[in-house]
T-cell receptor, first 112, second 114 residues
Framework: LAKTTQPISMDSYEGQEVNITCSHN???????ITWYQQFPSQGPRFIIQ???TKVTNEVASLFIPADRKSSTLSLPRVSLSDTAVYYC?????????????FGTGTRLQVTL | DGGITQSPKYLFRKEGQNVTLSCEQN?????MYWYRQDPGQGLRLIYY???????QKGDIAEGYSVSREKKESFPLTVTSAQKNPTAFYLC?????????????FGPGTRLTVT
């Protein structure tokens, strides 16, 4: 079971790029890396998912090095509305939901 | 509009009472999940279901029970055996139960037991 480690909190100013790194040293061959965003008193929302190299969508990029032992979520030009908790998950594409673990996440605070 | 609904948003109960939280989805998803979130903490998996009439315990199933009689419904009962039931409860669904499938979450139910 791949455990993930993320910074507890990060601060940024509006308009800056934010990079949140997640460590998952025990990632298995079949594991995918997924990031979710959660606002207070709401359910998490899927942001991006990847297996290796780089993935980009309309809201974020995900960088995964060749050894896959870490990953970095990149949020370009953050705004106040990006203030939220960000969770990194590592899970098996063929396994069960019991292997999915939402850690404490990274609390991102964006200010003017 | 497709999505997941949870009701009620806030729920208050006296200690010793069982309480059932509702979760309905119209996404035609096979897999459904229940999570618990405590203040400042991440989500912990209570139960999950891959198909109708089948469900599995998650990491913290003690004191909880579920049923999956219909594909679109996955109610969670918090029993009096749950030692610390006050928490934020989130229901989710996905096309399949593998980790590579995106999970769609409901708005949550905040349960307070006194």
């Amino acid at each position: 079971l791949a455990k993930t480690t993320q910074p507890i909190s990060m601060d940024s100013y509006e308009g800056q790029e934010v990079n949140i790194t997640c460590s998952h040293n025990n990632i298995a061959t079949n594991d995918y890396i997924t990031w979710y965003q959660q606002f207070p008193s709401q359910g998490p929302r899927f942001i991006i998912q990847g297996y290796k190299t780089k993935v980009t969508n309309e809201v974020a990029s995900l960088f995964i090095p060749a050894d896959r032992k870490s990953s970095t979520l990149s949020l370009p030009r953050v705004s106040l509305s990006d203030t939220a908790v960000y969770y990194c998950l590592v899970g098996d594409s063929t396994g069960t939901a019991s292997k999915l673990t939402f850690g404490t996440g990274t609390r991102l605070q964006v200010t003017l | 509009d497709g999505g997941i609904t949870q009701s009620p948003k806030y729920l208050f109960r006296k200690e010793g009472q069982n309480v059932t939280l509702s979760c309905e989805q119209n996404l035609n998803h096979d897999a459904m999940y229940w999570y618990r979130q405590d203040p400042g903490q991440g989500l912990r998996l209570i139960y999950y279901s891959q198909i109708v009439n089948d469900f599995q315990k998650g990491d913290i199933a003690e004191g909880y029970s579920v049923s999956r009689e219909k594909k679109e419904s996955f109610p969670l009962t918090v029993t009096s055996a749950q030692k610390n039931p006050t928490a934020f409860y989130l229901c989710a669904s996905s096309i399949g139960q593998a980790a590579s499938y995106e999970q769609y979450f409901g708005p949550g139910t905040r349960l307070t037991v006194t």
